[in-house]
């Protein structure tokens, strides 16, 4: 499975990477969002872990921007955030396919990506 991990903290894409990558994945990194749509655009991913609260460019506008890409109509884009359950109706209105919380729950992030732990 390749992954996109974008978020603006470096601290948390390496707790992330750290987990998908001990399950096998192989993974990827943006810090914001104008480098995650480059890095979408250029590569080939089954799933985006998206911070919702980035600067700039906010995770609900990267997500609206790769559902408008008819190329990435597949990809399963989680919203990555240290809000609350409540909010995941808005954000499954807004184009995302999950919710995590931060902090990362290793057993959350593997079952959301339909990951198995490692050994």
Partial sequence: MNVLIVDDQAVN????????????????????????????????????????????????EVCAAVRAEPRLAGLRVLAWTAGDEDALGALLAAGFDGLLAKPLRRDALLAALGLAPPG
Avoid at 24 to 33: K, Q, S
């Fill in 13 to 60: 894409r390496l707790i992330a990477r750290t987990h998908l990558e001990r399950a096998g994945a192989t993974v990827e990194e943006a810090a914001d969002g104008p480098a995650a749509l480059a890095r979408l655009a250029s590569g080939r991913f089954d799933a985006v872990l998206l911070d919702v609260g980035l600067p700039g460019m906010g995770g609900a």
